[in-house]
């Protein structure tokens, strides 16, 4: 096993410190530049295949550290960019799943707030063009959801009529759980 196939599986199962692996590689590429150009092309592999077997936990880490990687500039910002971008557009294919697109815009929005500074200072108008997109996404499932969704369900707010939402079972389980409060402990 190689520091490579060890930061990849890091990357994959230890996600919270992604940060941590992008900074590693940074550092080993800049002590040996023929170590990002290694693990950029792992990485491509390993999300390829991460995507053609549908794991989803690998999906996140792999695109996680491709964020890191740009960030720790092992992978310009325009190919990390070109990846989130191309994992939004999945969300205008035909037929596609309202769950999956939905999956994909919150992966991209999990690299957004790990990428988000570096993006906003070396590419600023793809970022604001990858933010208005997933504002449209967001809106049009909104709309799309509220009118769609059983009144019981709906939260209490501007999309929710009078009438429109019914005690629901926490609301009594609340109620018992005081009620329960205020009866003397027999043990006292």
């Known amino acids: 096993m190689t520091i490579t196939d060890t930061i990849l599986d890091c990357a994959r199962g230890l996600q919270p410190k992604t940060p941590v692996y992008g900074a590693l590689c940074g550092l080993l ?22 995507l053609d077997d549908h794991a989803t936990f690998s999906i996140r880490g792999f695109c996680r550290f491709a964020v890191e990687l740009a960030n720790a500039r ?59 997109s997933l504002r449209e996404f967001d809106a049009a499932r909104r709309a799309a959801t509220v009118s769609r969704m059983p009144a019981s369900l709906l939260a209490y707010g501007a999309a929710t009529k009078a009438g429109e939402v019914c005690p629901s079972r926490g609301c009594f389980l609340v109620a018992q759980r005081g009620r329960l409060r205020q009866t003397p402990d027999p043990k006292h």
């Open 29 to 50: 590429t800049a002590a040996e530049p023929r170590f990002g150009e290694d693990i950029v092309a792992d990485v491509q592999r390993e999300l390829q295949e991460a």
């Open 74 to 132: 092992v992978l310009t910002t325009d190919s990390a960019l070109s990846l989130l971008e191309t994992l939004l557009a999945v969300r205008e294919e035909p037929d596609v799943l309202p769950a999956r697109a939905e999956w994909f815009c919150c992966i991209v929005l999990d690299c957004l707030a790990l990428g988000g500074a570096t993006f906003s200072a070396q590419a600023p108008e793809r970022l604001a063009a990858l933010m208005k």
